[in-house]
């Protein structure tokens, strides 16, 4: 049986905003769910509204999907932040 320590540790939310959930694992938006494993890159469109996109590996090509879109440049920010911390945590580094 796991201790609630080692439960809470599994399930570390780095974000938990507006319907996106950025753990150590995935991105959750109110449209997607996908695993970090499989995100090849991330690119931000800073046009108003502000849009993230996500590379997928598929096959020899990558594959976009539009995650959200959004008017709020401090809510981008926070992602960021957040997806920062998850590719740090991904690495194996210690999480600030």
Do not use: Y
């Amino acid at each position: 049986m796991k201790s609630q320590g080692a439960n809470q540790k599994q399930k570390q939310c780095f974000l938990n905003e507006q319907g996106v959930v950025i753990t150590k694992t995935h991105l959750t938006t109110p449209g997607h769910s996908i695993e970090f494993a499989k995100i090849r890159s991330v690119r931000v469109i800073r046009d108003k509204p502000w849009m993230a996109f996500l590379f997928r590996q598929q096959r020899s090509f990558h594959l976009p999907v539009l995650v959200f879109k959004t008017q709020d440049a401090e809510f981008i920010k926070r992602i960021e932040m957040a997806m920062d911390q998850a590719a740090v945590f991904a690495r194996g580094e210690k999480v600030k």
